[in-house]
Nanobody
């Protein structure tokens, strides 16, 4: 199985940018479709973006279209989440997740492996 570790979170002002990384170990990342999710205090885990194994298809949540992008470097076993034009409502713990079926879905219960999360805080 694969282990996932997120990094790159932090505190940023509204309008700023952050890039999160999700590094995999234990198995090559190329066999997994990958997703990013987030969870704010008192709220359910929310889908952000997902990408297929090869990166040929990406699925965005409406709330982040035009601001966030996802990419992957299978040679480095890493998936990235580039977040631009950040808003206070983007504040949450961000998680990456992996699933073996090459079908991108916004449902968190469709993903098997999860990282521990990284905190993103956006001040107004």
């Amino acid at each position: 199985q694969v282990q996932l570790v997120e990094s790159g979170g932090g505190l940023v002002q509204a309008g700023g940018s952050l890039r999160l990384s999700c590094a995999a170990s234990g198995r090559t990342l190329s066999v997994y479709a990958m997703g990013w999710f987030r969870q704010a205090p008192g709220k359910e885990r929310e889908f952000v973006l997902a990408i297929t194994r090869s990166g040929d298809r990406i699925y965005y949540a409406d709330s982040v279209k035009g601001r966030f992008t996802i990419s992957r470097d299978n040679a480095k076993n890493t998936v990235y989440l580039q977040m631009n034009s950040l808003k206070p409502e983007d504040t949450a713990v961000y998680y990456c997740a992996a699933r073996t079926t090459d079908w991108i879905t916004p449902r968190p219960d469709e993903y098997t492996y999860w990282g521990q999360g990284t905190q993103v805080s956006v001040s107004s």
